[in-house]
């Protein structure tokens, strides 16, 4: 053991609005443990350089966010096969033997948030509908297969990179063009957003939603605002609905254990400490 404080951060560019610092450092508090968490807005040109000068500065690792969370893979030295799969990370571990570790824990802090706030939700009852084909939509949909989903139905305005998320992730992916993306609603007990409509200075989010049944769960990535148009409309047809802030702080869990060596609790601090 290093006598050293044990350093971690978040890098992404801008990085000023990120809830991470806040979160980390009430886990930090309320485990009474010695450490930092610093947010460091890198440059795409400067990331490579950056993150191998941060373990001879004390760092333990550190969490990447946009733009940088695929380009990671190429600087890290051993990648988790999620990682590889999803194609992006948001984690890396620096190890004690110099290497570089990235994981990828958005589909585990998605599943947790939806298991805490969805208790009753059973994976392998009906397909899921997925709006969105970005990074976190890789994520969400590897996730939604490894707990036992039938089917993960996907639409995105780009339909060729839901092409590409279901050649990568394999035949229970079924590609629905975006105009047809309701249609999705018939035989799904789930509904994901994962697109950046309807978060603040974003478009709406302005698929038709009339077939919601009260019997769903639809949760939405985006958590600012908390409680978005897309969630309104599920509450007012009686859905069972999940806001995205939980899945940040479960996200948060596995790499504040790896760094710091306590698994911190997900509870009503922490969701108020990263709202701050
Ligand atoms: P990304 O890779 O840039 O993907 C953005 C997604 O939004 C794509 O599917 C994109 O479709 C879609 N989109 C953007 N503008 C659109 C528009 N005007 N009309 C239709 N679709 C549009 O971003 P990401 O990393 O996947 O993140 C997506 C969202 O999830 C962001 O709001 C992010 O903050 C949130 N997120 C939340 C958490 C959490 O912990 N709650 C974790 C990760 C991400 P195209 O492919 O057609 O561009």
Redesign the pocket.
């Known amino acids: 053991m290093s006598d050293k404080i044990p350093l971690a951060g978040v890098i992404g560019s801008p990085i000023a609005h990120s809830r991470s610092p806040q979160l980390q450092r009430h886990w930090l508090v309320t485990h009474g443990l010695a450490g930092h968490y610093i947010p460091m807005d890198v440059k795409a040109s400067d990331l490579a350089d950056a993150i191998r000068m941060l373990p001879k500065l004390g760092f333990v690792g550190v969490n990447v966010t ?1 733009p940088h ?1 695929e380009s990671v893979l190429d600087i890290a030295d051993l990648v988790t096969d999620r990682a590889t799969m999803i194609g992006a990370a948001n984690t890396l571990i620096f190890r004690a033997d110099g290497k570089i570790h990235a994981d990828n824990t ?1 589909g585990y ?2 599943l947790e948030n939806l298991k805490t706030g969805a208790p009753d939700w059973k994976p392998s009852q009906a397909p899921a509908a997925v ?9 969400v949909v590897a996730a939604l297969l490894d707990a036992g989903v039938p089917e993960v139905q996907i639409a ?3 339909q060729i ?1 839901a092409d590409r998320l279901a050649e990568d992730l394999g035949h229970r992916v079924r590609v629905v063009d ?1 105009v047809h993306a309701p249609n999705m609603l018939d035989d799904a007990s789930l509904l994901v957003n ?4 309807g ?1 603040v200075g ?2 709406d989010l302005r698929v038709p939603l009339d077939g919601l049944r009260a019997e769903m769960v639809v949760t939405d ?3 600012t605002p908390l409680k978005t148009k897309l969630l309104e409309a599920a509450e007012a047809a009686g859905c069972v609905t999940v806001d ?2 939980g ?2 702080l479960h ?1 948060a869990v596995p790499g504040f254990e790896r760094w710091f060596g306590v698994r911190p609790t997900v509870d009503s601090a922490a969701r108020a400490a990263a709202l701050r």
């Open positions: 946009i969370k958005d802090g998605f709006l969105g084909a970005g990074g976190a939509a890789r994520a995105n305005r780009t990179r975006w994962t697109t950046s409509l978060m974003k478009a990535l985006v958590y995205g802030l899945m940040l996200q």
